[in-house]
């Protein structure tokens, strides 16, 4: 069983940026792919970012592509997703999420979600 706590939520204005942060616990972080997605309002979940176990692989959603940069640090045990130039489209519940692939269908543990909301 692995923990997820999210933390770093909020809002902010249209063109700012957030930090959000993920910390493991239960297992060992280095053996999990690590992943953020994100519910709007009236909307299914969705994938916005994920990073293998070993951190050669990285994926983004088309949309947040170029304004978006997950990483990982291990000595940590936390999943960071840094978000620039925010849009109003970008609000949204975060959550963070780990699994065996960085295939979407693979994340099969999750965190409670962190609000963010940008402003129109």
């Known amino acids: 069983q692995v923990q997820l706590v999210e933390s770093g939520g909020g809002l902010v204005q249209a063109g700012g940026s957030l930090r959000l942060s993920c910390v493991a616990s239960?297992?060992?972080?280095?053996?999990?792919?690590m992943g953020w997605f994100r519910q709007a309002p009236g909307k299914e979940r969705e994938f916005v970012a994920a990073?293998?176990?070993?951190?050669?692989?990285?994926y983004y959603a088309n949309s947040v592509k170029g304004r978006f940069t997950i990483s990982r640090d291990s000595a940590k045990n936390t999943v960071y997703l840094q978000m620039n130039s925010l849009k109003p489209e970008d609000t949204a519940v975060y959550y963070c999420?780990?699994?065996?692939?960085?295939?979407?269908?693979?994340?099969?543990?999750w965190g409670q979600g962190t609000q963010v909301t940008v402003p129109s």
């Open positions: 999420a780990a699994g065996s692939t960085v295939a979407p269908r693979d994340f099969e543990y």
């Open positions: 239960g297992r060992t972080f280095s053996n999990y792919a």
């Open positions: 990073k293998s176990r070993s951190s050669t692989t990285t």
